[in-house]
């Protein structure tokens, strides 16, 4: 039963444009979602978060926007850079779960020039 | 930075050894975590401890067993290698806040294949 879905496997943006990635979750417990990077033969670096009480977070060009009724997040990313080509990861938890996270099934995004 | 080490980067292992995959972190978390990522699953994960000693099954745990002897150390045992555990390995570790601003730190990863 995947908790967390990612339905787009792969992504294709031009340089300078908007990438925008989705998430889905079904379990109504989690209240901590996170973004992971990752890079071929490295492992998955944390992005970006937000907790269930904000229903947007921005870290420069990193916006994650959370819908809590409709049990969606995505990530935005502007302007998108060839150094974001990468698979990316949404992943949910429940806090008090000392970090034990469900990750989606990942999306692979190319920023092409 | 934190720092988490996988022994190996590549591993190629026969049916029916016994695999040993080893993880060391230097930042004195208390939780450490295995996940396996393969592709169209994402990251699952097998499992993780939250002590020293300490052991809880993720949604993966068969065929694997795990031992934390150390605080620093998260070692990944295949008791018997089959050819459905040929994956990458990615091993994490975290700090407990209590809060929910707690994220992994994960290791660069041990692709294994089982021949």
């Known amino acids: 039963d995947q908790q967390v879905k990612q339905n787009s496997p792969s992504l294709s943006v031009q340089e300078g444009r908007i990438s925008i990635l989705n998430c889905d979750y079904t379990?109504?417990?989690?209240?901590?979602f996170l973004w992971y990077k990752k890079y071929p033969a490295e492992g998955p670096t944390f992005l970006i978060s937000?907790?269930?009480?904000?229903d947007k977070n921005e870290d420069g060009r990193f916006t994650v926007f959370l819908n809590k009724s409709a049990k969606h997040l995505s990530l935005h990313i502007v302007p998108s850079q060839p150094g974001d080509s990468a698979v990316y990861f949404c992943?949910?938890?429940?806090?008090?779960?000392?970090?034990?996270?469900?990750f989606g099934t990942g999306t692979r995004l190319q920023v092409t020039l | 930075d934190v720092k988490v080490t996988q022994s190996s980067r590549y591993l190629v292992k026969r049916t029916g050894e016994k695999v040993f995959l080893e993880c060391v972190q230097d930042?004195?978390?208390?939780?450490m975590f295995w996940y396996r990522q393969d592709p169209g699953l994402g990251l699952r994960l097998i499992y993780f401890?939250?002590?020293?000693?300490?052991?809880e099954k993720g949604d993966i745990p068969e065929g694997y067993s795990v031992s934390r002897e150390k605080k620093e150390r998260f070692s990944l045992i295949l008791e018997s290698a089959s050819t459905n555990q040929t994956s990458m390995y990615l091993c994490?570790?975290?700090?407990?806040?209590?809060?929910?601003?707690?994220?992994?730190?994960f290791g660069s990863g041990t692709q294994l294949s089982v021949l």
């Open positions: 930042m004195d978390h208390e939780n």
């Open positions: 992943a949910a938890s429940v806090t008090g779960t000392a970090s034990k996270l469900t």
């Open positions: 401890s939250y002590d020293v000693k300490m052991k």
């Open positions: 937000i907790s269930s009480i904000k």
């Open positions: 994490a570790s975290s700090f407990t806040t209590g809060g929910s601003n707690e994220k992994l730190f």
């Open positions: 379990n109504s417990m989690f209240d901590y």
